[in-house]
């Protein structure tokens, strides 16, 4: 798939949550060819390292994509002044998002499991198979809830955790994940979030038997795969290789990630 | 308008414009043909090769720092028959100047790789002698004027292929090195390669970099640079390459002043994949501003007081 590397005009932008903002960016060029799961690698004025912000959401028809991200430092906070009406320079769509199957049986679905800021490049991925997906949002309390209303709007079922029990379910986003593979109507589990919480879903979807991918985090470079600084260790037929988490993922296949 | 003349010419190799892309930032070009056409780069210096595979260090393998960035990526490269195979028939159909940067552990291993490179159509080497990254080899050649002229002597003893040698700034005296570098054969010298550093995250108290220890890059770096190659025009006959956080065209005609004949963009192409051709754009309207017909007309043109 090709990418750009433009500027592009903001046409939203919310407040979602204390640090976290949400930008609707017009483009569509990108949003043509942009899928859930990939990213886009945005210029900051001043910095040498451009930010790497996952895909949350893109509206073919209106040729826009959503961003969601937290304020983590220098650099995301000035990216977070930008308004409506502000331009965004950035290098997207890019690396490879989840795998989405065409279709689906009406008695089968799919899990999305975000753990935070991660619960972002899920939505696009939920969306795409609606009533049939079960999304569980992992929070560390109630006023760290994003999007779970986006979610629902898509008609796709919420279990909404906090660490804190502040809301819903009380730890982590294991516990309801063990339970609704017990129902064994599940196809595909697609994650994203802190590392161990990878981790450990990977490790329960094996057990489950259940396909899983996920969507990695790492400091990057040039985005497009050629700097070779943000390597991931990926093994595939029991061979060790380092890969690009910007080339060959962000998503990769749970088994195969060294986690 | 009069015709203007970008053409530079490194080591007997003819460059259309004297911007090239460094090692390290580009790979093997082709994750930029989305952009466009690798020929409208001067040349390309591919990523640093090295006999056999090379997986690279544990990341992170980056960190940011003000004007700049650490990297410790450890020379992660497919090796030099793939790249042979695989990547040149496709560099030199799509690419102008082709050069290929290597590195070895020993003089051995650097000789090894220039044997089998001479073999192709490949239009240039660049003697990495300079990585911060790697234990063995690389930088550890570059710091004395013995490494660097048992090196080049090595490699130049097996390839008549234009030679241009890559110093690290790790050093007291650059200059020194470029002597001895030229003094076995060398055809060019290029500089700087990146300056090492650190940094703390001082929350977990863990250096940023898994390697604890890295090559600083980008516009913080680019007054050494400037320094060095100014310094090694004045004591070399040959060919200097200036980089090292060139970020605009202006940058690249100060360094062509200060004695480049050709400049390589490195850090700016991360920040800004279109880094390059704003280069280029820049450096045609500086010479239609000023009148300067050829760009070599430039080179080492400094003043100095």
Redesign the interface.
């Known amino acids: 798939m090709?990418?750009?590397?433009g500027s592009y005009h903001v046409i939203e932008k919310t407040a979602i949550s204390a640090g976290v903002y949400s930008y609707a960016i017009l483009c569509p060029e990108v949003a043509v060819d942009a899928r859930p799961g990939q990213f886009v690698h945005i210029?900051v004025e001043g910095?040498?390292?451009?930010r790497p912000v996952s895909i949350c959401d893109i509206d073919h028809k209106n040729g826009s994509i959503r961003i969601v991200f937290e304020i983590r430092g220098h650099?995301t906070a000035k990216l977070a002044d930008a308004n409506v009406g502000d331009n965004i320079d950035m290098?997207a769509p890019l690396g490879n998002g989840f795998t989405l199957p065409d279709g689906i049986a009406p008695d089968r679905r799919v899990i999305t499991v975000g753990g935070g800021i991660g619960v972002a490049p899920l939505l696009g991925a939920a969306k795409a198979f609606r009533e049939n997906a079960t999304a569980i949002l992992g929070f560390r309390s109630y006023d760290k809830i994003i999007l779970a209303n986006d979610f629902k709007q898509s008609d796709v079922h919420v279990i909404t955790c906090t660490d804190d029990g502040s809301v819903g379910l009380k730890g982590t986003v294991t516990t309801p994940l063990e339970a609704e593979l017990a129902k064994n109507d599940t196809d595909m589990v697609y994650a994203c979030g802190p590392q161990p919480m990878l981790a450990a879903i990977v490790r329960i979807c094996e057990k489950a038997g259940v396909k899983c991918e996920v969507s990695l985090e790492?400091?990057?470079?040039?985005g497009?795969?050629?700097?070779?600084?943000?390597?991931?260790g990926i093994t595939r037929q029991d061979k060790?290789?380092?890969l690009m988490v910007c080339?060959d993922g962000p998503v990769f296949k749970g088994e195969e990630v060294l986690l | 308008m009069m015709k203007r003349d970008l053409t530079v010419t490194v080591a007997g190799v003819k460059f259309p414009n004297p911007v090239i892309a460094a090692s390290g930032v580009y790979g093997f070009g082709e994750y930029y043909t989305d952009l466009y056409p690798l020929n409208l780069l001067g040349g390309i210096s591919c990523k640093g090769l090295t006999l056999n595979k090379r997986n690279g260090n544990t990341p992170p393998r980056v960190a940011e720092t003000p004007a700049g960035m650490l990297n410790s990526v450890g020379l992660q490269n497919p090796g030099v028959d793939t790249f042979i195979n695989t990547n040149l028939p496709r560099l030199k159909k799509d690419g102008n100047v082709i050069i290929a940067n290597i590195a070895g552990d020993t003089p051995e291993d650097y000789a090894e790789i220039a044997k089998r490179l001479s073999e192709t159509d490949v239009d240039m080497l660049e003697v990495n002698i300079s990585c911060p990254n790697v234990k063995k080899g690389g930088a550890a050649w570059g710091i004395s004027t013995e490494g660097a002229a048992l090196v080049t002597k090595t490699v130049r003893a097996v390839t008549k292929k234009p030679l241009m040698v890559k110093l690290t700034p790790n050093v007291t005296d650059v200059t020194e090195i470029a002597k001895a570098a030229e003094s076995e054969g060398a055809d060019a010298i290029s500089l700087i390669n990146t300056l090492l550093g650190m940094r703390i995250d001082i929350r977990t108290k863990r250096p940023v970099l898994h390697r604890n220890v890295g090559g600083l890059s980008g516009p913080a770096v680019f007054p050494v640079a400037l320094r060095m190659v100014w310094q090694v025009a004045g004591a070399v006959k040959i060919d200097v390459v200036g980089m090292g956080g060139i970020n605009s065209a202006e940058d690249a005609v100060e360094m062509m002043y200060a004695g480049a004949k050709a400049v390589q963009i490195g850090t700016a192409i991360i920040s800004d994949p279109l880094a390059p051709l704003k280069i280029i754009g820049g450096i045609e309207h500086y010479m239609d501003v000023n009148r300067i017909r050829r760009i070599t007309e430039i080179t080492g043109k400094v003043e100095p007081w």
């Open positions: 090709p990418y750009r590397c210029k910095f040498t390292l451009r650099g290098i790492q400091r990057m470079g040039c497009v795969g050629a700097c070779a600084v943000c390597a991931c060790e290789y380092m080339k």
